[in-house]
């Protein structure tokens, strides 16, 4: 195969680019990405001379830059995107760009080029959320209602991609999975922020209550996901992907993180909660489970563990991070409730 991975800079994308040329050490992948601040080379440093890895940098609402990359390929799995909740709120407009328009841009190209599968990555965020006191999950059969920019725009890529599907034939796959965790995670998501804090012997910030309740992926879990999707999957169908079986809230993962660390709860610190906070993601994985025989290959703690010990074993990766532009909109953001 020969893929095009665009956002293959980011969280998700380069541990695919990482897990796609291990696997599959015969098959080209093209990492477009525009580098957004999100996009980080490093963390591709380890396979940037592999033979069949190349980057090219570039913009996806750019189309005479994708058609360029498109035309070299068979396979395009779509990562970029603006992709953080809070961003979206304080600044909506690159959101509508990237992940509306940018997508787009790709599904026009994919059907000029006459690509032989376009996997689009999406959220369970475009489902809205659930009561914290239900045991409702996520379904295939899940109506779309996103609260936030993010999920709005994520929902809105997700129906054009089905459009291109339904009205031109276009071969499109679909997954929607929960909350990613892992190596090369930036350092602003909860996790990752939980586990560099602890390291810089900072506080831990936690929204209102912390009773918020995420549904847990694995990054390495995800990656065999998309795999078995695109070996496997029926054209046409949307998957969705997550982690857990069982309810973690978000302060729970704060405390299992301490634990493993050797830290104790004063390292906890409340901080204001932000606006359109959705309570519950709990996302129904049978699907896949049953057609594809996926399922995570970790538990929630070993990969916990596994995620703390790349953290403590490649400090320079995320202290770079963290010292930079980031630390500015930190500050904006963890304001600590009195
Ligand atoms: N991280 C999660 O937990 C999670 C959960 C569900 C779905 N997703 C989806 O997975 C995908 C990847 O998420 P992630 O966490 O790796 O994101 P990320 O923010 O870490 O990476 C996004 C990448 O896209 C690139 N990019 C942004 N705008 C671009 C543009 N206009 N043109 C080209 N490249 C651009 C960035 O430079 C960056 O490398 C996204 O589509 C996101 O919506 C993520």
């Known amino acids: ?74 396979t395009v799995v779509h990562f970029a995107a603006e992709s953080h909740v809070d961003r979206s709120i304080s600044d909506p407009m690159p959101f509508i760009k990237t992940n509306v328009e940018g997508t787009f841009v790709l599904l026009e190209s994919a059907l000029k080029h006459s690509i032989s ?28 209602d996103p609260h936030s920019p993010y999920s709005a725009s994520k929902a809105a890529s997700d129906h054009l991609v089905r459009a291109y599907h339904d ?85 729970e993962v704060i405390r299992r993180i301490l634990r493993i660390m050797g830290k104790g709860e004063e390292m906890i610190e409340y901080v204001k909660d932000r606006p359109g906070h959705d309570r519950r993601y709990a996302i129904d994985w049978t699907t896949i489970k049953r057609e594809l025989n996926w399922k995570p290959a970790y538990s929630f703690d070993q990969a916990l563990q596994e995620t703390i010990h790349w953290f403590e074993s490649n400090r320079q990766w995320w202290e770079r991070i963290k010292s930079g532009a980031y630390r500015e909109y930190y500050q904006n953001q963890y304001s600590v409730t009195e």
């Open 167 to 251: 009205t031109y034939g276009l071969p499109v796959t679909i997954s929607n999975c929960s909350n990613n965790f892992g190596p090369y995670h930036f350092p602003e998501k909860l996790i990752p922020l939980a586990i560099t804090n602890i390291l810089e012997g900072k506080k831990v910030p936690v929204y209102g209550d912390g009773l918020y309740v995420r549904d847990w992926l694995y990054v390495k879990d995800h990656c065999t996901a998309i795999d078995a999707i695109l070996t496997n999957g029926k054209i046409g169908r949307t998957y969705l992907v997550g982690g857990l079986t069982e309810d973690i809230p978000n302060i």
């Open 1 to 74: 195969m020969r893929l095009l991975v665009t956002g293959g800079a980011g969280f998700i994308g380069s541990n695919f680019i990482r897990y796609w040329l291990t696997t599959h050490p015969d098959d080209q992948v093209i990492n477009f990405d525009a580098l957004t601040y999100a996009g980080n080379l490093e963390n591709l440093r380890d396979i940037e001379d592999n033979p069949n890895y190349e980057f090219v940098k570039g913009n996806i609402c750019d189309r005479d830059a994708v058609d360029a990359v498109m035309s070299r390929v068979d």
């Open 117 to 144: 599968r376009f996997h689009h990555i999406s959220t369970d965020e475009v489902f809205g959320a659930l009561p914290l006191d239900s045991k409702r999950k996520f379904t295939d059969d899940t109506k779309y």
